[in-house]
Structures are given as C-alpha cells and as structure tokens.
C-alpha cells in the first residue's frame, strides 16, 4: 500500500495539516480532475465506451469519487499542503469529484456536477511544476459519521456506506451492454465497484466504530504537472484493463470491496491497494 | 478574539443548557425493568422521553417513510409476530427480496451488534441506515432524490409536525432525517418484554409443568448446552447495558451448511467473513435472542428453518446435513463450526420438553401492548 512506500510523505503531510491553515503568503490553487476512458471522457450522456477483457460496451451509471488530504509535491521534493475551501463540494479536506449529472441511466445521482478542486498553497511551492499528492477516500475521522447530519459533500445517503457505518470513497457503476452473468446463472445490470473501509468494528460500550481491518485508502502521487495547463484523470481503460465487465466471479455484482471477492482483486492493484502505485490515475493536458 | 471567545462561550452555555434540559427529559423516561435486568445503554444525544417514543412509534408504522410510500419499518416487523414478519426472506418497498430474515425486536436495547453478522453496526441509529438506504437490496428506498419528497410527507402533516415539534423542542427544523432515525430507534428501546410466563416464573408469580421445567432444567444444564450462546437475560450472549465496560461480540457457526466439504456457505450469505475476510468466519452469525421465539418462526439468519422442532432436531444432530439441491451438504461436518455444536443425545421427549420452555418466553402482553401498537386511525 502507499502508506508504507511513502511513510515520511504521509507524516510530514499529516504534521503540516495537523499545524492549520494558516499560511504567512497563500495563492490559490484549481486542481482538475477526471474520469476517462482511454482518450475519451466519461459521462451519462456519452456512448458507452469499450472497457475491460473482453472489452465491452460499457455505459454510466454512476462516478463519484471522495479524495482528500491533497498536497503539492515541488521539484525538491517538499511538500506543500492544498489547504481546501470550504464549499459544497469540499469539507474539512475532503473534496467529492462527481462526473454523473443524473440524466440517462446515472438516474439515482445529482444533477450537479465537480470536476475540480479549489483551495490555497503556501507561496513558497513556487512556480511548479509540482506532482499532486492525495489520497483516496473519506478519512477515519470524517468517515464513520451519519449522512444525514454530516456537511456536505459528506451528507449524500448514496454515498453512504450503512453496512460499515462509514462512506463510499469510489462509487463507480457500469452497464454492459447485454448485462453481467452471474455463477448461480443469473443476469444483473450494472457492474458495481464500491471502494470503502472494510472490516469495521464498533464499541458497543461507546457506541462508536473503533478500527478497520482494511481501510482501503490508497495514496497517490502524480507525474509533474501545471494545474494551469493540465489536470488528473482516474482512466476506467487501465482501472478495468484485465476485468470482464460481463461476466461477475461471485459475491456482489462487480466489487463493493468484500476482502474476499474475486473481481476486486485487479481494479484494487490499480488504485494502489496491491503494493503497487495506482496506475489508474494520471496526469493529461486540458 | 474577544468575539471568539464569546462566540465559544456562547456554545458553552448551549451545551450546558441542553445537557440540563436533556438531563431533565431524560429522568421523564422510567425504565420498567425487573430487578436483575441493568437499564440499556443510551446514547448521550438521544435521550428517551415519552414523547420521542411515542413520534419513533408513529414513525415505524407508517408507510410515507419509504421512497415509494409503500412500506412501514412494521411491514417487516410486526408486533404479533415479536416483531419478526413471518416468511423467510422479507420483502423490500420495490419488490428486492431481502437475503437475511426478519429479526424479532424485543429488547434490541440490549444488542452489542444489530444484525445478522457485522460488528460493525452497534447503535440502532447507525444500524438504520441500512434499511432506509439501503441499495442491494433496496428495503424502504430513501435516496437523495426523494429524500426531501418523504419529508415533505410528514412537513404537510400538521399533526405530525406537532409531534416532531414536540418530540424535539431543541431543533429549528425538527422535521428531519435526523430526528427521524433517533425517534425510531427511541421506540425500539422501548420495546421491552419481560413479562413472559418465565418472567413471572422467575418472580415466584407462576409455576412451571413438568415438561416446562425439565426443558429448562435442559437448556441451562450441560447435557444440551443452549446457555452458552442464549444465557443472557435476553437468552443471545451478544448483551450491552449502562454499565457495561466490556463487551464480547461473538458469532458462531452451527453447522448449517457445508457445500464443497471445506466448510462453505451458499455463496448468498457466507456469515461474519463477508465483513472480516478470515476463513474462520465462514457461516458465522450473532445468536438472536429467543425472546418470543415461539412466534418468530422462520428461523435462522436465512429463514430456511421452519419450526422449534426441527431446529432442536439440527442441535441434536450437531448441525444439519442436507442430501439434495443446490445446498446439499453435511454441516455438521462442517470445519469452522462452533466447538459447543456437538451431537448430543436429545430424545423426542427431551426436544419436546425444551421446546415447551421456549415457549414460556413469549410475552402475550409485549405482543399486543397497545404502547407499541399501530396510532390508531
């Protein structure tokens, strides 16, 4: 996992953004993000793309995806915290990139949408180019609380995770064309993957989630890149490069993180929860 | 600065206020526990008071709670019934067929976990999130976009929000998700049964027949073994309370199924490892508490049993081996088996006897209470 390839990173980030957003000359900073399919954007309301192995036509039915604790990483390697703005979009570090407008058969999401993320850097990050620095997901602090008392962007129910008592950080959801066959013979129409903490246990004496067996957070860090002329695309080619998006291997339809289902096992080595660094975001021009 | 700490002060004081106030609603609330019971735990922002109960009671009988308007929390939970529905597999308000049966709700106050197999759902506040958002399988089907529909349902309800108003006089806008989940989970921790033949038998109030007392002399003794997983006073081995400081939360399997002679489960529900991935957790679930067992038939986290009889035949056979179908298996075989599941010898009278003894813990007053009951029309 990237926290253990880059514990002095993740430790310097955490102390600076443990010290407060308080910067002695701050500029602001737009990050823009993504989601693709090989060159070509993916929404509700563009054709299905070819995905996976067997590659097939694979529409949209949901793409939304948490990212928090985001960092400009300068050529000498310091690292320069992206303190984030408070907006509907964005709390308390966590921002929601959101690619569905609920037309089409993204019917169950919003019909806003967020494709950038916006906040302030210390002046001394320079000119850039920098790498970007973030993490996947709802942080443990922000994570096990109710949808329907929380800020947003962390008060939407379908982003809630109730069986874990926590969130989605990726919901992302596929139609293939022709369904997805499942073991027992069956036939269902959307390949789900559900990424969030798994293995959540409470404290019935404080009533309170204590730990995660697996968090499932993965850290990621770009290539160098100029928020001004290019921006980070989670690309569904590489995440779903070797899944059959028609055929399910058992458990639930596609992978809602269960430790032990099948289909998990490849899109986890590509959003970096392998070992491995996550192949599945990279940096293009706008 | 100085606004700051104002500011800061101000919180202070609201903190204090509301504890005080909170304090005072919650001595409104009597717990009418016998004396070897420990009050629940209730969490600090959800105090009981009657009036809260009594909007959670209104709230788990209707049907607008749901996306489509079509089912009430008490479709799946019906008080006859302890609160179970009935079927093998409950139905949600689009028609999804839910995997795991109906638990009863007698005394849920008192539950370390809330369902079937996951440690992490330990409040009925958080555990509401499933039911009510659920997507696989949809049960009530509340989304973000019909999210505000529903709760305009009870917004142009005057009566209604006379009792959101009432029930939640701190709140601005007491017509809420928020008040919603935590008058509904009030209600439950009122749903309180001790007032079984067993319970007055314990109180000195009643005696037993013969059959009643061998079957109870049976379950707690070491020859059947019942006691270790249903010896509460809630008859489960899952019991939080206002004192605890520790809790075990513990899940077993009991040799239901064994498809493949490694141990495993129909790939529909696998238990406890779904949630923790380690192979010893295959097939594990929570121990219900038998609590009005006698009407909460199906049983099992599947509902695949029918009767008391036959589920002390399986507990007398060690698990259940089935020969045929799909699921065809020797569970009592099965590997990852709890150790206390072990073939003992329970003669016809024997099983009869036990059963009889469950059937003292159903409380005919809990199950018609009308302080439980649907608001009358």
């Known amino acids: ?286 | 600065m100085i606004r700051r700490l104002l500011a800061l002060t101000m919180v202070w004081l609201a903190v204090a206020w509301l504890a005080v106030v909170g304090g005072a609603r919650a001595e409104g609330w009597v717990w009418d526990l016998p004396a070897h019971v420990p009050p629940p735990r209730v969490p600090a922002d959800n105090p009981m008071t009657p009036a809260k109960v009594d909007l959670g009671r209104q709230l788990f009988h209707d049907p607008r709670l749901s996306g489509n308007g079509r089912l009430a929390c008490s479709g799946c939970h019906l008080q006859a019934l302890g609160f179970a529905d009935g079927r093998a597999h409950p139905v949600g308000a689009t028609g999804d067929v839910v995997r795991r049966n109906a638990q009863g709700l007698a005394n849920v106050a008192w539950n370390a976990s809330l369902t079937w197999a996951n440690p992490a759902l330990v409040t009925l506040e958080a555990q509401m999130a499933v039911p009510l958002f659920g997507t696989d399988p949809v049960e009530m089907g509340l989304t973000d976009a019909n999210r505000e529909t529903v709760l305009n349902r009870f917004r142009s309800d005057p009566e209604m929000v006379a009792a959101f108003r009432t029930a939640f006089p701190e709140m601005a806008a007491p017509v809420s998700l928020t008040s919603i989940i935590r008058a509904i989970a009030a209600y439950e921790r009122s749903l309180v049964s001790f007032s079984s033949r067993y319970d007055r038998w314990l109180a000195g109030e009643e005696s037993f027949t013969e059959a009643e007392r061998r079957g109870h002399d049976l379950f707690f003794g070491e020859k059947a073994e019942c006691h270790h997983c249903h010896g509460s006073f809630n008859f489960n081995d899952q019991v939080v309370h206002a004192r605890s400081r520790v809790v075990d939360r513990v899940f077993h399997n009991t040799g239901l199924y064994d498809l493949d002679g490694a141990g495993a489960y129909p790939a529909t529900d696998r238990g406890l490892i779904e949630m923790t991935g380690r192979a010893g957790d295959m097939g594990a679930f929570r121990a219900p508490s038998l609590r009005n067992v006698a009407v909460t038939a199906p049983y099992m986290h599947d509902g695949s049993v029918g009767t008391l009889e036959e589920v002390l035949e399986i507990y007398a056979a060690g698990g259940r081996q089935i020969t045929g179908g799909a699921d065809a298996g020797d569970g009592r075989r099965n590997p990852w088996k709890s150790d206390l599941i072990v073939r003992i010898d329970l003669d016809a009278r024997d099983r009869a006897d036990i059963v009889a003894f469950l059937k003292t813990l159903t409380d005919a007053q809990f199950l018609t209470d009308p302080r439980h009951a649907a608001p009358q029309d």
């Open chain 1, 1 to 286: 996992m990237m926290t253990c390839r880059f514990p002095l990173l993740l430790a310097t980030l955490l102390l600076l953004l443990a010290a407060g957003p308080v910067l002695a000359a701050e500029r602001s900073v737009t990050i823009g993000f993504g989601i693709v399919a090989g060159a070509a954007p993916v929404d509700c309301a563009t054709p299905a793309a070819a995905l996976g192995r067997p590659a097939v036509a694979a529409g949209l039915r949901d793409a939304r995806v948490y990212v928090h604790d985001l960092a400009l990483i300068d050529a000498a390697g310091k690292v320069w915290p992206v303190m984030l703005d408070e907006t509907l979009w964005q709390h308390d570090g966590v921002a929601l990139i959101d690619a569905e407008d609920a037309t089409g058969a993204c019917r169950e999401g919003t019909p806003e949408t967020n494709t950038r993320v916006t906040g302030r850097v210390d002046d001394g990050a320079g000119a850039g180019p920098w790498r970007l620095a973030f993490t996947l997901g709802v942080p443990q602090r922000l994570n096990h609380t109710a949808t329907d008392l929380a800020p947003p962007p962390l008060d939407l129910a379908a982003m809630g995770w109730g069986w874990q008592a926590g969130r989605k950080y990726v919901k992302l959801e596929l139609v293939p064309e022709g369904g997805v066959a499942r073991p027992d013979g069956g036939r269902a129409g959307t390949w789900f993957l559900h990424l969030g903490a798994t293995g959540c246990t409470g404290n019935p004496v404080t009533g309170e989630i204590v730990s995660c067996d697996r968090p499932n957070r993965p850290g990621v860090v770009t290539a160098p890149f100029d928020p001004a002329r290019a921006r980070v695309v989670l690309d569904l080619a590489v995440l779903f490069a070797t899944t059959d998006l028609a055929r399910d291997q058992g458990g639930a339809v596609g992978c809602m993180s269960a430790p032990d289902d099948a289909d998990c096992a490849a899109v986890f080595e590509r959003l970096g929860l392998a070992g491995g660094i996550a192949t599945a975001f990279r940096v293009v021009e706008k």
